[in-house]
């Protein structure tokens, strides 16, 4: 009977540190809204690095669209008509320093106008794929990144614009390949993958040669293009082609994430019959430890956040899946809820940071140090019904 008794209380106990480790993160504190009647918020909103000021894109019924800039700590806002320049923003970013804020729009290729802290444009740079930035401080500089494709070759161009200044490029470089991304580089015949998130450098494969010593081919190696001094850099002996054409296909689609990070699987009660991991290189992959049930998460809605201000640290966001096999063994369904997180990819620790309670499928978000905006997208939706909600993060 003793034993009974005992095996009771420890599965009680059980049972409880197991619900206790599946309660929610905090759910976080709202601090405003905005809302636009005249119009609507065009879903481009961005926070900025220090978490001090939010941007958006208004919409009006007239098609006049005007960019704000929001001072979250007194609610002042300042703001710019941008019609001229577009009426269909692509994006809304904040650079990493400074207060300077970007609207891209692409009618083909980019066109992005940098703004200053009083809404008034600086310059602009045309006709790019990427714009993105390499430094810090005195050393903090623009990178535009561009591709034109033809039936037998591929142009990449890099501009390196000068320190501190976004008006005035300082060196352009540009990297010819044959329609299949191969180059020759000297005597070294050559595979472009994949370009570092600050184009300065590209990663490839190196294309081992024929051996009529033995009537066989030499081995493929790895290596670093070196984009500005167009120097090349040769690693290690690829062992296994198969899986490193593999990874590298998969750096090929997502390699200009500055720390990319991979969730593929099925949710288990035990977490993942699958893999979570952050990406370092081809074949260089560091598991993520996650300090919440990762099994609660739809893995489908898994995003990162589309601008990453600090370089090991990596921000993402899941909805929890209403019947997951968490709750499921207790005959229960969560509400929808999504979850941010933070992910330091140097240790491979992520945590849950929080939650907002959302019953729509996809949300809009963006998150600058403890400052969180969010935007519903409702299938419901209608001119006027849009809010965007600013959020503490803990």
Do not use: C
């Amino acid at each position: 009977m003793r034993g009974r008794i005992a095996f009771m209380v420890l599965f009680l106990a059980g049972l409880g540190a197991s619900r206790a480790f599946a309660q929610d993160a905090p759910v976080l504190k709202p601090l405003a809204s905005v809302q636009v009647a005249d119009g609507y918020i065009a879903n481009r909103f961005a926070v900025s690095f220090d978490g001090k000021k939010l941007a958006y894109v208004t919409v009006k019924q007239n098609g006049e669209t005007t960019l704000v800039l929001r001072d979250l700590a007194s609610g002042a806002e300042k703001s710019a008509t941008i019609t001229a320049f577009t009426d269909e923003p692509d994006a809304v970013f904040f650079l990493p320093q400074g207060n300077e804020v970007v609207v891209a729009a692409r009618p083909d290729k980019a066109n992005f106008a940098i703004f200053d802290a009083e809404a008034k444009e600086i310059t602009q740079i045309k006709g790019q794929d990427v714009l993105t930035w390499r430094g810090a401080g005195k050393d903090f500089q623009l990178v535009a990144y561009r591709q034109d494709k033809a039936s037998t070759s591929v142009t990449h161009t890099v501009t390196f614009f000068e320190p501190g200044n976004p008006r005035k490029a300082a060196k352009t470089h540009v990297v010819r390949t044959d329609a299949a991304n191969r180059m020759s580089i000297k005597n070294e015949n050559v595979e472009l993958i994949y370009f570092s998130p600050d184009f300065s450098r590209a990663f490839v494969k190196i294309i081992g040669g024929y051996n009529k010593a033995t009537d066989s081919k030499f081995p493929d190696n790895q290596g670093v293009y070196e984009v500005e001094t167009a120097t090349l850099q040769k690693g290690a002996v690829i062992s296994n082609n198969a899986a490193f054409d593999r990874d590298a296909a998969w750096f090929a689609r997502n390699g200009k994430t500055r720390t990319p990070v991979r969730l593929s699987g099925v949710p288990t009660i035990q977490g993942i019959d699958g893999s979570f991991q952050v990406g370092q290189g081809i074949l260089q992959w560091k598991d993520i430890v996650p300090r919440f049930q990762l099994g609660r998460f739809d893995f489908a809605t898994f995003m990162q956040a589309p601008v990453q201000y600090e370089e090991k640290m990596v921000h993402f966001t899941m909805a929890v899946h209403p019947q997951n096999p968490i709750t499921l063994q207790y005959k229960k369904s969560e509400k929808r809820a999504w979850h941010f997180f933070r992910l330091d990819a140097e240790t491979g620790n992520a945590e849950d940071m929080g939650q907002v309670q959302a019953e729509e499928t996809v949300i809009s978000w963006s998150l600058g140090e403890k400052k969180l905006a969010i935007m519903r997208l409702s299938p419901n939706w209608q001119v006027g019904s849009e809010t965007l909600e600013i959020y503490q993060v803990p």
